[in-house]
């Protein structure tokens, strides 16, 4: 596969070390719905995916974000089998592309 193949540019469907991995987007997905950021223009997500973490397992909630970045699911399917509302398949996956355009604009350290 190459990059243009992929639909979201993360590590597992690129190849490419340079882009962020779905481990990394699932970790920053947590972390913020843990501490929510205040006054930020995104804060929304944080909030959107601290509400979804309440009501699900986190790991039903790594497993849409895998699903929707790395194997094409769309969002809303993405949550077959997992006893997770079609909504909030929506939620994790919106929430998930960002943070990993975020995580991939950010320069090396």
Do not use: K
């Not at 790594?62 to 077959?80: C, K, S, W």
């Amino acid at each position: 596969m190459t990059d243009t193949d992929a639909l979201y540019d993360v590590r597992e469907r690129t190849g490419n070390p340079a882009h962020a991995s779905v481990d990394d987007v699932c970790e920053l997905v947590l972390e913020r719905a843990r501490e929510p950021r205040e006054d930020h223009q995104d804060a929304h997500f944080d909030e959107g995916m601290a509400a979804v973490l309440d009501r699900y397992r986190a790991d039903a909630v790594r497993t849409v974000i895998h699903r929707v970045l790395v194997e094409h699911y769309p969002f809303r399917t993405a949550t077959v089998g997992l006893d997770m509302r079609n909504f909030d398949g929506v939620r994790i996956g919106t929430t998930a592309g960002w943070f990993l355009e975020e995580l991939n604009a950010e320069p090396d350290s």
